[in-house]
């Protein structure tokens, strides 16, 4: 299974990489305000690739932090309710003590 990955994976970078090749006629981009960017139709692909993936995994930030906090909050949890359970565990096993005898 890790050959044929590794197989696939091999496929794909040859299939971008003869892409970036055959795409090397410069484009223009216009932005507004007569803004204008020019290059290589594969690098401004490229770019823009890039910047929706930091976006896009600086969109998913927030929703990691809140789960790794909860995971840990769950993880004193159970680590608190075990620490519990022991000490319930031992209470029931050891030897109840004597009454003690109180003379007048």
Partial sequence: MKFLLKLLSAFV???FFGFA???TQ???LSFFLGYEIRGPLV???FGFFLI???LGIVGMLPSFVRHRR???RQKNVISTMMHE???QRAMRTQQPQPDSIVTK
Avoid: H, R, T, Y
């Fill in 70 to 72: 909860e995971l840990s």
């Fill in 13 to 15: 970078a040859i299939v």
């Fill in 26 to 28: 410069e484009a223009a």
């Fill in 52 to 54: 929706g993936a930091v």
């Fill in 21 to 23: 090749l055959k795409n």
């Fill in 43 to 45: 690098l401004l692909l």
């Fill in 85 to 87: 359970q022991e000490a």
